[in-house]
């Protein structure tokens, strides 16, 4: 988000967040690189309903008529930990996960091909205003103050939340307020809601006259709960699927705390892009012919499904902001 957020390709050195959007690693390590087990070698459902979806004219008629003509769609796609988007088999092979499927239906819809490039988290954003992306995935969550740059079309509701160390009793069972993390350290992902919110929030602490809380950005995944489980970090503050899905798995000692903050998440253009509309038509026509339904029940996020697609939408404010 992160969200909803967060994402880059799992390096050795940290794997450290896939902007936290992947969120996720699991405890223990299995890779010579030091990814945490999960990170990369999650398996692939097998079913793959994008291999039904087929060309829509309407809809790809809401493309401007230069854009049809190139014919190609280029993506940055940032790419963290299941269930959003990682590496199945190692870094050498094709990414997998909810936002590698979305996007490539929707070019589907559209008639378009993708030229997808792996870009980290944070360098996704400004890479669109600068025209070496044409729209960019990476469990983006819509906030005001990204609003004020970029365009967004939704097509899933993630948002913030919160996981520990299994075993780890220091927050009890849930985090509702901020000022449960007085004292401790929180890792997150950089460029990330969860970074914004932790920075923006800081004050909650002095106010109730407790000792702040300190923050930890990492720019990789594995990284971030590599750090959590050797005890660097007390707790980790990602993506609800991610941390749902990394708490999940077999081997995983990481467990959910709760959701905090619900945001609506999309692709992301440049400010003024001619591409919303036909992004968000598309979106729309996955919703209404089923395919959207399938994807997302084949990465178990079927809680998140939005009814229909919009192009900008407020930022959902939470009660206790």
């Not at 996704?124 to 044409?134: E, H, M, N, T």
């Not at 509701?157 to 307020?177: C, E, L, Y």
């Not at 990481?254 to 591409?275: A, I």
Request: overall charge positive; glycine content about 10%; hydrophobic content about 35%.
């Amino acid at each position: 988000m992160n969200p909803t957020g967060t994402r880059t390709r799992p390096t050795v050195a940290a794997l450290a967040l896939l902007p936290l959007l992947a969120l996720t690693a699991c405890g223990s390590e299995d890779a010579a690189d030091g990814t945490p087990a999960g990170a990369q070698g999650s398996p692939v459902p097998k079913a793959n309903p994008v291999a039904d979806v087929r060309k829509v004219d309407k809809v790809a008629a809401q493309l401007p008529a230069e854009v049809r003509k190139k014919g190609t769609l280029r993506v940055g796609s940032s790419i963290g930990f299941p269930p959003g988007a990682y590496y199945p088999n190692g870094q050498d092979k094709p990414p997998a996960g909810q936002d590698i499927d979305l996007a490539e239906a929707v070019a589907k819809v559209l008639g378009m091909k993708l030229e997808r490039q792996d870009a980290s988290f944070e360098t996704i954003l400004p890479a669109l205003g600068s025209g070496k992306f044409d729209f960019g995935t990476g469990n983006f969550g819509v906030t005001a103050e990204r609003l004020k740059t970029i365009d967004f079309v939704t097509y899933i509701n993630d948002g913030q939340g919160f996981a520990v160390k299994k075993g780890n009793q220091r927050f009890g069972k849930k985090i509702t307020d901020l000022t449960q993390l007085c004292g401790s350290t929180v890792g997150t992902g950089a460029g990330t809601t969860f970074e914004a919110t932790l920075n923006a929030k800081k004050s909650v602490c002095s106010k109730a006259g407790k000792k702040p809380y300190d923050v930890k950005v990492y720019s990789e995944n594995g990284a971030t709960f590599t750090a959590l489980q050797q005890g660097r970090i007390d707790v980790v503050m990602s993506t609800i699927n991610g941390l749902r899905h990394q708490e999940s798995q077999e081997a995983s000692q990481t467990e959910f705390l709760n959701e905090y903050h619900r945001l609506d998440v999309g692709f992301t253009f440049k400010k003024g892009s001619k591409l919303t509309k036909a992004f968000q038509a598309a979106v729309d026509e996955l919703i209404d012919n089923g395919s959207y339904a399938k994807i997302l029940d084949r990465w178990g996020t079927k809680a998140s499904a939005l009814e229909a697609s919009r192009i900008n939408p407020p930022e959902h404010r939470p009660p206790h902001s």
